[in-house]
């Protein structure tokens, strides 16, 4: 019997398998397609998400390639930039830029080759979940490969299988919402050097036809555009078509398009993202328009989520209430990225010439108020990582400042490790030997230049942050969950405990 099964090896269901992976739990993959999805879809990812790969032991892996931009602008119909995000302004204090944008089938394929890692990971392709049955300790799965059904035995079963989830099916799941009416062409290709017209990432907000623009990672070329009322999706996807649109943006002649697929967006939230012993995760739980790039985000910030309520629950280290967390911590974030990616819709979106100047007008307006341009142009409009029910230390995620161990500077959460992290000036020994809770790490904080303590591991906070940290919230040790949100904090013998 598996520890777990996860359902897709889509990019949610191939981190979840590395993050299950790093913690030893033993999972079998099943993903129904026998090569890797070869196409760009996802193209934007954040600092939360790039957090998210290095818990996996993968982020160098999947950065290769990336490139934040620095700005992302707006433009009305004859190209005036009414509002810009300066993305090169804006450090949220994770460890990595606001916004980076990647190629997926590479990122897919540093996913699939990190659970080469784990012996006891195994990746079936060919293979799709057809059914699934659930007894009291376990679930049987039933696999169809080359037309044959075998069933499998699980603990949990995971459905990262996307928008169309068998597993979501097979749970009797029902999904609630809205799909937009507006399908939208989305192109991308290779773009040779100099041949880019509009080299910034632009969101067209042109009534006729808005429009999303952006160089990608490894000279590829990101190009989105609504249809209007009337048109064919298919007569959109003629290369003679493409090429028309595509050439206000890049030369033509010089643009190889690897891809032109029309999509339509949908708002859709499962009703239950828990079953018994099935999880759903990813698109299968949600889906949301992709005007503030956060779908995948969203689905990454899942796996990060419930992988390590799962490994404690079958370590025996907590009961299953724990797994309960999962949906009440995710859903009311993800239904946030969602109300704020279709508010941005619904302000790019505006398909009538008056409706349109107006929003400029107003736009333009309300940026002379100091707060609200910096609000734009600074990003802070994008919903924050934080708990629900929880008073802030408690529930926000931890900082990841640079830190210096034995001279070398890295990531803090290098040092932190996959489980439980007790972090701060005021952690010694004495705090690991007198500790009841969880595997844990303890980590000591202390001023650039400090000598170290043989018996704990020390980090020299390099550049001040976590010292600041520390001292805004009145504590000296934080207890931090595996996914880097503030668990606890603690000052001398007074705690307050998130839940
Ligand atoms: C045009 C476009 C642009 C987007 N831009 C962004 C962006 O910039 N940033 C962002 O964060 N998100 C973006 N998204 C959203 C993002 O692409 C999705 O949220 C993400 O791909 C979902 O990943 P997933 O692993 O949950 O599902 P999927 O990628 O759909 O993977 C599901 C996997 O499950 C497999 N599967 C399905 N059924 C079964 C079964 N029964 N048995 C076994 N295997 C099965 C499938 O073959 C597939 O490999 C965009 C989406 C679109 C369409």
Redesign the pocket.
């Known amino acids: 019997m598996y520890d777990v099964v996860v359902?897709?090896?889509?990019?949610?269901?191939?981190l979840t398998a590395n993050l299950l992976g790093a913690r030893g739990v033993r999972t079998l993959v099943?993903?129904?397609?026998t090569e890797?999805?070869g196409q760009p879809?996802?193209?934007?990812?954040d600092d939360e998400?790039l957090r998210i790969y290095q818990q996996a032991g993968l982020r160098a892996e999947v950065a290769e390639g990336m490139y934040p931009p620095s700005r992302a602008e707006y433009v009305n119909a004859r190209g005036r930039v009414f509002a810009e995000i300066a993305l090169d302004e804006v450090d949220f204090g994770l460890g990595a830029e606001p916004l980076h944008f990647f190629d997926?089938p590479a990122l897919e394929a540093a996913l699939r080759r990190g659970l080469d890692r784990f012996p006891h990971v195994t990746l079936r392709t060919g293979?799709?979940?057809?059914g699934l049955r659930q007894q009291d300790d376990r679930v049987v799965a039933t696999l169809r490969h080359d037309g044959r059904d075998t069933e499998v035995e699980a603990r949990y079963v995971l459905g990262?299988?996307?928008?169309?989830?068998?597993?979501r099916t097979a749970a009797g799941i029902a999904l609630t919402g809205s799909s937009a009416a507006e399908p939208?062409l989305?192109v991308s290709g290779d773009v040779e050097p100099g041949a880019t017209r509009i080299a910034t990432t632009r969101f067209v907000c042109d009534w006729r036809r808005p429009a999303f623009v952006s160089p990608g990672a490894g000279g590829t070329h990101r190009l989105?555009f609504m249809l209007r009322d009337g048109e064919d999706p298919k007569a959109m996807t003629d290369p003679a078509t493409v090429r028309e649109l595509v050439a206000p943006y890049v030369d033509p002649d010089r643009f190889t398009v690897t891809r032109a697929?029309v999509?339509t967006?949908h708002t859709l939230v499962a009703d239950r993202w828990r079953a018994g012993r099935v999880f759903l995760?990813?698109?299968?739980a949600h889906?949301m328009p992709?005007f503030l790039?956060?779908?995948?985000?969203?689905?990454l910030r899942d796996a990060a989520n419930l992988t390590w309520r799962i490994a404690q629950v079958l370590r025996g280290d907590a009961d299953d209430a724990l797994l309960d967390g999962y949906e009440a911590e995710r859903r009311p974030h993800t239904e946030e990225m969602t109300r704020t990616s279709v508010r941005l819709g619904s302000v790019f979106l505006v398909r009538h010439r008056f409706a349109a100047a107006l929003r400029d007008a107003v736009l333009r307006a309300v940026q002379a108020v100091p707060r609200v341009r910096r609000a734009v142009r600074h990003f802070e409009f994008k919903p924050r990582p934080v708990l629900p029910g929880h008073r802030a230390p408690v529930g926000t995620m931890f900082p990841q400042p640079d830190v210096a161990v034995g001279g070398t500077r890295v990531p803090l959460d290098d040092v932190l490790g996959a489980e439980f992290a007790v972090v701060g000036p005021g952690v010694d020994a004495a705090t690991a030997l007198g500790w009841r809770g969880p595997v844990a790490r303890f980590v000591r904080v202390v001023p650039p230049g400090s000598a170290a303590r043989g018996d704990i591991t020390t980090v020299e906070d390099v550049d001040g942050a976590l010292t600041a940290w520390f001292a805004e919230h009145g504590t000296d040790v934080v207890v931090l969950r595996p996914d880097r949100f503030v668990h606890a904090t603690t000052v001398a013998t007074r705690t307050t405990a998130g839940r």
């Open positions: 359902i897709g090896c889509g990019p949610v269901g191939a099943v993903e129904r397609g890797p999805h879809r996802a193209f934007s990812c998400a997926q293979t799709e979940l057809v990262a299988d996307g928008a169309r989830s068998t597993t939208w989305a989105e697929v999509y967006f995760l990813g698109d299968a889906q992709p790039g956060q779908g995948l985000c969203s689905g």
